[in-house]
């Protein structure tokens, strides 16, 4: 019983406690992983979150389900998934609840009036987070063009982002596959003897 | 069949949606108010709103609210399973083959070229919050309450949520 509780507790706290979605949390889950309830290595734990962020989808419950299922199998990763994400959606539901039942009402239509700027800051804070990132990995260059390719199709010509994400994937697959081959290519040339030894 | 459609469109959100749960937030809003109709840009930003507000994973909170308002409690567990289920199971199944994986070069140029499209989409969604506050509230209120928002967060890095229920609070004295 023992170990689930701790990851209980252990994700139920980062789950509380983070702000500003998954990554966020990161450095908090490595905390209860690594330091308080020492589930892993700090090395296993960067290992596994490279592995987590070469994937879609959200980051935080990715860690949660290797965490758990390292520690205790299936069940482990269902709770500290469950013990991660339900504490903040049952907040969501009661505030927006309360809200809601107000819609009617002047001040909380004002409340959302005010709270709109902020949301499209963000916002726009996290789009410059993102640029920052493609433009660190892919040169500044390449990370305009892209953008710029990306809000045309988008904006203008009302493409599905999904068919650019979609079709970007293939092309950057495709790109590194040919480059890989290349290399190789003048690897075998230049080390035939050594290839074979190994 | 609205289970369905709650799945499909968390699933496709959450699959194209490279960088953790926020990359995903305008996927979330092009499949639930552009293809699904089922909520308006406004109420959406009163989701995002919220959600932000609150500590813990993006994605969750969004897929988790509007899944209940669709379908109850079954469609928040079915929303939940497609943000969650599909990239959990990948990585407990992939951690095996983790070193022909990770320092993989394809996977490394398909992360990193996703990030401009991320970064657009969320500029896109940004411009559409200013509108909507240009068009409800006036230029003033906008100027003054992104300004603030700036100095709060980045600046003297006020928390969030302190930011989100005080950005609320002006809203409820001086818009309503």
């Known amino acids: 019983m023992k170990p689930y509780l701790e990851l209980a507790i252990g994700f139920a706290r980062t789950g509380v406690t983070g702000y500003g979605g998954g990554p966020s949390t990161i450095p908090l889950i490595e905390y209860e992983a690594v330091k308080k309830y020492k589930w892993m290595s700090e090395e296993e734990f960067g290992e596994i979150l490279a592995l987590a962020n070469t994937m879609p989808g959200p980051i935080a419950t990715k860690m949660a389900a290797y965490i758990g299922f390292k520690v205790k199998g299936g069940m482990g990763a269902t709770v500290a998934i469950l013990t991660h994400i339900l504490p903040s959606i049952i907040a969501m539901l009661a505030l927006l609840g309360v809200l809601y039942s107000f819609r009617q009402s002047p001040i909380v239509s004002g409340m959302v009036q005010g709270v709109t700027p902020v949301i499209g800051f963000m916002l726009a804070e996290m789009a410059y987070r993102f640029y920052q990132k493609g433009s660190k990995g892919l040169g500044m260059p390449k990370t305009i063009l892209l953008a710029a390719v990306s809000f045309l199709f988008v904006q203008f010509m009302g493409w599905h982002p999904g068919i650019l994400i979609a079709a970007v994937l293939i092309s950057a697959f495709y790109i590194a596959h040919k480059k890989e081959k290349a290399e190789k290519k003048v690897n075998e040339e230049f080390m035939p003897a050594r290839e074979k030894s190994s | ?176």
């Open chain 2, 1 to 176: 069949m609205i289970y369905w459609d709650i799945f499909w469109a968390f699933f496709i959100a959450n699959l194209l949606g490279y960088g953790g749960g926020p990359a995903t937030i305008p996927l979330i809003q092009i499949e639930v108010v552009n293809n699904n109709g089922w909520m308006t840009l406004s109420e959406f930003g009163d989701v995002l709103a919220i959600a932000n507000a609150l500590p813990g994973p993006i994605a969750t909170k969004m897929a988790g609210f509007i899944g209940y308002e669709l379908g109850g409690v079954l469609g928040a567990a079915i929303a939940l399973a497609a943000t969650i289920l599909p990239s959990a199971l990948a990585v407990i199944l992939l951690f095996k083959f983790v070193n022909l994986f990770k320092d993989s070069p394809k996977v490394k140029l398909m992360t990193k070229s996703v990030q401009p499209i991320i970064a657009v989409l969320l500029a896109i969604m940004a411009y559409q919050f200013f509108l909507t506050a240009f068009e409800n509230s006036g230029v003033m209120h906008l100027v003054l309450l992104a300004a603030v928002s700036y100095f709060t967060l980045i600046k003297f890095k006020v928390h969030p949520s302190l930011v989100i229920f005080g950005a609320l609070f002006y809203g409820g004295i001086f818009l309503s």
